[in-house]
């Protein structure tokens, strides 16, 4: 199904930073997973009225839309409010309830649909994609459940890897200090 029939898709903004801001100006690089954001994030724009209309609310799903490193999606958990989205993303907004949005996120992260929304993709200098491609975008939408048990063992790969990458960590550190130790006897 058409993303453009599952969501709204509305633009980022485009803002000045303030060091008095009370909303919080959402960018890529503030993103530590694709549903995390930096603890340490402070709020940096100026409110007004016609911010209100744009903040973000639990559940939407931001989309880089220029870059050249991918359109990576992220998930907005409200941890962080009020924030709107800078010009960077597109925003998905008022997501059909037959789809959850942490599928959403994981489906546009595959490698395939970023191969997709790459070739897709405008521009040789700054690579971008705007609201017309992405809307075009066909997602397969099986049963919640399937889409759960789908997020679910995504984050599970997510957290082998790491511990993957701890393990080998730990093990080069333990040969390091094994050799070292040859080394002084």
């Given at each position: 199904?058409?993303?453009?029939?599952?969501?709204?898709?509305?633009?980022?903004l485009n803002q000045?930073?303030?060091?008095?801001?009370?909303?919080?100006?959402?960018?890529?690089?503030?993103?530590?997973?694709?549903?995390?954001?930096?603890?340490?994030?402070?709020?940096?724009?100026?409110?007004?009225?016609?911010?209100?209309?744009?903040?973000?609310?639990?559940?939407?799903?931001?989309?880089?839309?220029?870059?050249?490193?991918?359109?990576?999606?992220?998930?907005?958990?409200?941890?962080?409010?009020?924030?709107?989205?800078?010009?960077?993303?597109?925003?998905?907004?008022?997501?059909?309830?037959?789809?959850?949005?942490?599928?959403?996120?994981?489906?546009?992260?595959?490698?395939?649909?970023?191969?997709?929304?790459?070739?897709?993709?405008?521009?040789?200098?700054?690579?971008?994609?705007?609201?017309?491609?992405l809307s075009e975008?066909?997602?397969?939408?099986?049963?919640?459940?399937?889409?759960?048990?789908?997020?679910?063992?995504?984050?599970?790969?997510?957290?082998?890897?790491?511990?993957?990458?701890?393990?080998?960590?730990?093990?080069?550190?333990?040969?390091?200090?094994?050799?070292?130790?040859?080394?002084?006897?």
């Open positions: 199904m058409k993303l453009s029939l599952l969501a709204n898709i509305a633009s980022g000045k930073r303030h060091p008095q801001g009370t909303v919080y100006y959402l960018q890529a690089r503030d993103f530590i997973k694709s549903d995390l954001l930096d603890i340490n994030l402070k709020p940096s724009i100026v409110n007004n009225s016609k911010l209100e209309t744009h903040y973000l609310q639990k559940g939407d799903v931001l989309v880089l839309s220029k870059g050249h490193h991918d359109f990576n999606a992220f998930l907005y958990n409200e941890d962080k409010f009020p924030a709107v989205a800078s010009s960077i993303f597109l925003v998905l907004k008022d997501i059909d309830i037959k789809v959850l949005p942490e599928y959403l996120v994981w489906y546009i992260n595959l490698e395939l649909t970023q191969q997709q929304l790459v070739s897709s993709s405008r521009g040789s200098a700054l690579p971008s994609i705007n609201k017309k491609i975008l066909e997602v397969p939408v099986p049963e919640l459940q399937i889409q759960q048990n789908i997020v679910a063992l995504s984050k599970l790969k997510e957290e082998e890897t790491k511990l993957i990458e701890r393990i080998n960590k730990l093990k080069s550190r333990a040969l390091e200090i094994n050799l070292i130790e040859r080394i002084n006897n």
